[in-house]
C-alpha cells in the first residue's frame, strides 16, 4: 500500500515536470507571435525574419496613399490584440495611427514601449526639414520617410524587426538571428543584381509626384528635377503646372512617377511634354504580383529601367 | 625502342630538325598559357575593382549613416536638456463665418478661436484641454484626463469632455462636415454634448470592432442652460449614459458604422415643475463611407445620419406634461478631388416643448480645402422654422466660413 501512494507521487513528479519542461521550452501552448505591421512591406519582412513563429497582418494594403491611409474602425480589434507593432515611423504613419493607438487599450504597442518597433531607427534619414513652417507644406519634420524604396535599407529594418521580435520573445531569438541572417543574403543577392539592372537608370531625370522617391535616386543614380505638389501635401496650383511643364522640357526630364494622387495632372503633364507616365505604389501589395517586399522593388526596378530605355 | 644518332653529323641534323619542329610547338604553348594567366588576371583585377567599389560604398553608407547618428543624438540631447521639451502640444484653430440671412440682415461672425493642449501626464494618463474664446466670452469647452494603460480594454476618462452621445455631438463645431450643427442635434442635446463627469470605455474582444462606453455626468449639453452645472445634486438628478457602437467593413472601400446611445436622467426637476420626473433620450446614428483605398484622398461619398427621441416632463402653461418629441438629420458628402467636396443637409428638428412645432432645413454646401489645414466652405440654407417667433431663422441664409489651423491639431479618433 505504502509503495503504491510513493508510486503515484512518482508519476505525479514525473508529470509535472514534463509540464513545466514542456511549457519552458515553449512546446505546449506555443501560439504564434501577433504581429501587426502598419504597411504590407513590413508584415512580408517580418515573415520572412518571424517565419512559423509569428503570424502577420497589415492595416495598409499597399494601394493607399502613404500619408492617406482610412483611420478604419476594424483596426482597432487588430491592434488590440497585437503582441507588437511594427511600423515605418518618422512620422510616416502620423494622420492615423496614433488616433487608432488610443483606443486600442494594448498598452504593450504604445510609443516607447517593447512592443513598438520603430524600423527607421538607424536609418540615415534623407531630407530633414531645415524651416518647421507649414508654408513648407506637411512636412515631415523628421525627415523623409519613404526610405523602404532603398532595399539596401530594408536589412536595416530586417535588423531592426529581428532585434524588436528577439527583445519581446527571446526566447525565439536563434531563429529570429538564423532567418535574418538568411533573408539578408537573399536581400544582398537581390540588391547586386538590382544595382546591375539599373545602370541605364543612371543620370536619369525624373518629376514625383509626391516626395518620396529621394532614397531610390540616391541609390541609383536618378536626378529629380520636381514634384507635382505645389509642397508636400498640397495640390499644385495652375502656375505651378505651368512652371513644372517648361522645366520638364527645358531639363528633358523622362519619368513622371505618381502613386495613389489623382492621375488627372500627371496625365496632362504627360500630354503637354511627353514624359513617361509611370504608376507606382508605395508598399508591396499594390498589384497582385508584387505580394512581398523583394518582388515589389523588382517590379519598381523593371518598370523603371523599361521606361527609361 | 628510341635509337640514338651515331655520329656527330647525324647528331647535328636531329639536334637541328628538333629545334625546327618543337620550337614552335613550345612558343604556342607558353602563348596559350601567357593567354590563360592574363585572362585570369583580367578576372581577378575585376573582382578586386567590384571589391574596392562595394568597400566604398559600404564605407560611405556607414560613415554617413554614423554622422547622421551623430547628428540625431546631438538632438537628442539637446531637446532633453531644451526645458520646454515636454511641453504639451499647442494649437489653434480660427474659425469665422460671414453671414446674411433673409430675415435679419449680414453679420461677420467670429465663431471661435480655439486653443487646444494635449501631452501624456505618465505612463498611465494624458490629458488634453481646448479653450475656446468666442463673440460670448472665453470658456473651458474641453479638459480632460484619459488613462492610457488600464487593464481588461478599459479606459476611463474624467473632467469637462463631450459624452460618448452618438456621433456628431461630440464633434468640434469647427470639424462638422457642413458650417452649423444641425438643428435637431441642437435642440435634442443642446449643442456638442458637453458633459462634466466620468465616463468608462470597454472595447469587446470580438473580431469586429465593438466599443461600449458608460457615462455619468451633472448634465449632458453646452447649451442646454435648464440644468444647474453649479449646484450638488442627489444622485437621481445626474445624467447617466450608455452607448454601443460597432463598424463592418462590407468591402475594402465599403464600410458601416452604426451606434446607439442612451442619455438617462432619473429625476430631472425644471423651473415650474415642483413634482419632476425622469428624462429618457435615445439616439442612433448610421454612417455609411465609399472610400475607395486607391483613391480615398481625391474619392469618396459618405452618408451619415442621426435620429433622436426625447421623452420628459415639460411645464407648460402652469402644467407640466410628459412630452415626446422624434427628431433626425441626414447629409451626403461626395469628394470630388483633393481639394473639394460637396454635400446637402436635411434637418428635422422639432421643439423640446412643443413637439407639434419643427424646423425643417435643407443646406446645400460645397467645401474647399486649400490644404488640410485650411478651409473654406460656401453653405445655402432654406429653413421652414415654426419655432422661434420672431423668425430670425427663418427663409433663405447664406454662410461663407473660414477655418484655418496652425501647430498641433488632433480631436482623436472619435472625431474622425
Not at chain 1, 529629380?224 to 522640357?249: C, F, M, S, W, Y
Not at chain 1, 499594390?286 to 518582388?295: A, L, M, N, Q, V
Not at chain 2, 480655439?114 to 463673440?135: L, M
Not at chain 2, 488613462?147 to 455631438?169: E, I, V
Amino acid at each position: 500500500m505504502k509503495t503504491k501512494v510513493s508510486g503515484c507521487k512518482n508519476w505525479k513528479v514525473l508529470l509535472a515536470s514534463l509540464a513545466i519542461v514542456l511549457i519552458q521550452t515553449g512546446l505546449v501552448f506555443a501560439q504564434p507571435v501577433r504581429v501587426i505591421a502598419s504597411w504590407p512591406a513590413l508584415a512580408d519582412i517580418t515573415k520572412q525574419i518571424g517565419k512559423e513563429l509569428v503570424s502577420v497582418d497589415s492595416l495598409a494594403t499597399g494601394v493607399e496613399d502613404p500619408h492617406g491611409v482610412p483611420m478604419k474602425p476594424s483596426f482597432v480589434p487588430k491592434l488590440n490584440r497585437a503582441d507588437v507593432l511594427v511600423l515605418i515611423g518618422l512620422d510616416d504613419e502620423l494622420s492615423w495611427l496614433p488616433a487608432l493607438l488610443e483606443v486600442a487599450s494594448n498598452p504593450k504597442i504604445l510609443p516607447g514601449q517593447s512592443g513598438y518597433i520603430d524600423c527607421s531607427v538607424g536609418i540615415p534619414v534623407a531630407e530633414p526639414p531645415t524651416r518647421l513652417d507649414r508654408a513648407e507644406g506637411d512636412l515631415h519634420p523628421k525627415g523623409n520617410p519613404h526610405y523602404l524604396l532603398d532595399p539596401v535599407y530594408a536589412k536595416n529594418v530586417a535588423q531592426n524587426i529581428a532585434d524588436g521580435l528577439s527583445r519581446n520573445f527571446p526566447q525565439h531569438q536563434a531563429a529570429f538571428e538564423k532567418n535574418l541572417k538568411a533573408y539578408t543574403a537573399e536581400l544582398d543577392s537581390w540588391i547586386g543584381r538590382w544595382e546591375k539592372m539599373t545602370a541605364p537608370l543612371k543620370g536619369v531625370k525624373f518629376v514625383e509626384y509626391h516626395q518620396e522617391w529621394v532614397y531610390f535616386a540616391n541609390r541609383y543614380g536618378l536626378k529629380r528635377i520636381g514634384a507635382v505638389e505645389l509642397k508636400p501635401g498640397i495640390e499644385p496650383t495652375p502656375n505651378h503646372i505651368v512652371d513644372l511643364v517648361q522645366r520638364i522640357k527645358q531639363e528633358k526630364a523622362q519619368l513622371l512617377m505618381y502613386g495613389a494622387q489623382n492621375p488627372r495632372v500627371p496625365q496632362q503633364l504627360s500630354n503637354e511634354t511627353g514624359i513617361k507616365v509611370l504608376h507606382l505604389y508605395s508598399s508591396s501589395g499594390g498589384r497582385p504580383e508584387t505580394d512581398s517586399y523583394i518582388k515589389w522593388i523588382d517590379y519598381t526596378v523593371r518598370a523603371l529601367v523599361q521606361a527609361a530605355s | 625502342m628510341l635509337s640514338l644518332p651515331a655520329s656527330p653529323q647525324r647528331s647535328a641534323a636531329f639536334a637541328l630538325w628538333s629545334l625546327i619542329f618543337l620550337l614552335p610547338t613550345a612558343a604556342r604553348a607558353q602563348s596559350s598559357e601567357l593567354d590563360s594567366l592574363r585572362s585570369t588576371v583580367k578576372g581577378m583585377e575585376q573582382q578586386l575593382q567590384k571589391a574596392l567599389d562595394r568597400i566604398d560604398q559600404l564605407e560611405k553608407e556607414k560613415s554617413s549613416s554614423s554622422t547622421r547618428v551623430g547628428e540625431v543624438e546631438k538632438s537628442v540631447q539637446s531637446l532633453k536638456a531644451a526645458p520646454g521639451s515636454l511641453n504639451p502640444g499647442i494649437g489653434m484653430v480660427l474659425d469665422a463665418t460671414a453671414e446674411h440671412r433673409s430675415q435679419g440682415g449680414g453679420n461677420f461672425n467670429f465663431r471661435a478661436a480655439e486653443f487646444g493642449f494635449a501631452a501624456s501626464v505618465d505612463p498611465f494618463a494624458r490629458t488634453y484641454a481646448f479653450v475656446t474664446g468666442s463673440k460670448d466670452g472665453v470658456e473651458v469647452e474641453e479638459a480632460a484626463a484619459i488613462t492610457s494603460s488600464l487593464p481588461w480594454n478599459l479606459t476611463a476618462k474624467g473632467g469637462r469632455f463631450f459624452a460618448d452621445f452618438g456621433r456628431f455631438s461630440k464633434i468640434h463645431d469647427h470639424e462638422l462636415p457642413f458650417v452649423n450643427r444641425p438643428l435637431s442635434m441642437d435642440r435634442a442635446i443642446g449643442g456638442e454634448s458637453q458633459a462634466d463627469g466620468v465616463e468608462l470605455a470597454y472595447l469587446f474582444p470580438t473580431p469586429f470592432f465593438l466599443r461600449g462606453t458608460v457615462g455619468g455626468y451633472n448634465k449632458i449639453g453646452a447649451d442646454n442652460e435648464r440644468v444647474d452645472n453649479a449646484k450638488s445634486r442627489s444622485w437621481s438628478r445626474f445624467t447617466y449614459l450608455g452607448r454601443l457602437s460597432t463598424y463592418l467593413d462590407l468591402t475594402d472601400n465599403h464600410s458601416v458604422e452604426v451606434g446607439a446611445s442612451t442619455a438617462y436622467t432619473p429625476s430631472l426637476r425644471l423651473n415650474g415643475d415642483p413634482t419632476g420626473g425622469d428624462r429618457m433620450l435615445n439616439g442612433i446614428d448610421v454612417t455609411y463611407r465609399y472610400q475607395p483605398l486607391d483613391s480615398v484622398v481625391y474619392q469618396g461619398v459618405t452618408w451619415g445620419s442621426e435620429f433622436f427621441a426625447n421623452s420628459e416632463r415639460i411645464p407648460f402653461e402652469d402644467v407640466a406634461k410628459r412630452r415626446q418629441s422624434y427628431g433626425a438629420y441626414s447629409y451626403a458628402e461626395m469628394k470630388l478631388n483633393k481639394n473639394w467636396s460637396t454635400g446637402f443637409l436635411f434637418d428635422y428638428a422639432p421643439s423640446i416643448e412643443k413637439p407639434g412645432l419643427k424646423t425643417i432645413g435643407y443646406s446645400p454646401y460645397v467645401t474647399w480645402n486649400l490644404s488640410e489645414f485650411n478651409r473654406l466652405r460656401f453653405q445655402f440654407t432654406h429653413a421652414d422654422d415654426r419655432v422661434r417667433t420672431d423668425n430670425s431663422e427663418r427663409g433663405n441664409q447664406f454662410f461663407l466660413q473660414w477655418t484655418t489651423v496652425i501647430g498641433a491639431h488632433t480631436h482623436g479618433f472619435l472625431s474622425r
